[in-house]
T-cell receptor
Framework: AQRVTQPEKLLSVFKGAPVELKCNYS??????LFWYVQYSRQRLQLLLR??SRESIKGFTADLNKGETSFHLKKPFAQEEDSAMYYC??????????FGKGTKLTVNP | GAGVSQSPSNKVTEKGKDVELRCDPI?????LYWYRQSLGQGLEFLIY????????KSGLPSDRFSAERTGGSVSTLTIQRTQQEDSAVYLC??????????????FGPGTRLTVT
């Protein structure tokens, strides 16, 4: 069975501080992992995926197969980063399996 | 043109009534997905369409839930004899394809269903 765990429901940091949103997955094959973000009163949108290895809005995420993790990081958080963040896994099948999400609040 | 659209945006219904939720995917997107977002449960997959067929219905919580897609475009999610635990935001997503590719899923704004 696939499972995605985001251990923190809530995360609060100050503007300019580093931020790390944790994601661990359980899957025996080769996973495809994503981070989705939902800003207030906006629809869910893709932030980044591990296969593209890119940085979006200053965020990066590295797939660590040994630790089965895909943590999302940003060195200097901004107030506009405040949002709900979801880690998601897709394996072979087409559906996405989401974690329960982490609400990030960046305080001024 | 526009992104994925869903209607209605909000629906309040009485327990026991049937409801229909509609999704208009992005034009040309052959894959369509329904998810449910509820407090405490996060985002849960319900069903996936490739064209008009549904290869994966594994997430439908009970036989009160059904979905169809016609013309490879619009999809309708129907919930019969609604229960209070059906209250949630129902999200639709579409993508260019699914099999053999890694295509981004684009999400609609959702339908907030409240069962009283």
């Amino acid at each position: 069975a696939q499972r995605v765990t985001q251990p923190e429901k809530l995360l609060s940091v100050f503007k300019g501080a580093p931020v790390e949103l944790k994601c661990n997955y359980s899957y025996s094959g080769s996973p495809e992992l994503f981070w989705y973000v939902q800003y207030s009163r906006q629809r869910l949108q893709l932030l980044l995926r591990h296969i593209s290895r890119e940085s979006i809005k200053g965020f990066t995420a590295d797939l660590n197969k040994g630790e089965t993790s895909f943590h999302l990081k940003k060195p200097f958080a901004q107030e506009e980063d405040s949002a709900m963040y979801y880690c998601a896994l897709r394996e072979g099948s087409e559906k996405l399996v989401f974690g329960k999400g982490t609400k990030l609040t960046v305080n001024p | 043109g526009a992104g994925v659209s869903q209607s209605p945006s909000n629906k309040v219904t009485e327990k026991g009534k049937d409801v229909e939720l509609r999704c208009d995917p992005i034009s040309g997107h052959t894959a369509l997905y329904w998810y449910r977002q509820s407090l405490g449960q996060g985002l849960e997959f319900l069903i996936y369409f490739q064209g008009n067929s549904a290869p994966d219905k594994s997430g439908l919580p009970s036989d009160r839930f059904s979905a169809e897609r016609t013309g490879g475009s619009v999809s309708t999610l129907t919930i019969q004899r609604t229960q209070q635990e059906d209250s949630a935001v129902y999200l639709c997503a579409s993508s260019l394809a699914a099999r053999g590719g890694s295509y981004e899923q684009y999400f609609g704004p959702g339908t907030r269903l409240t069962v009283t």
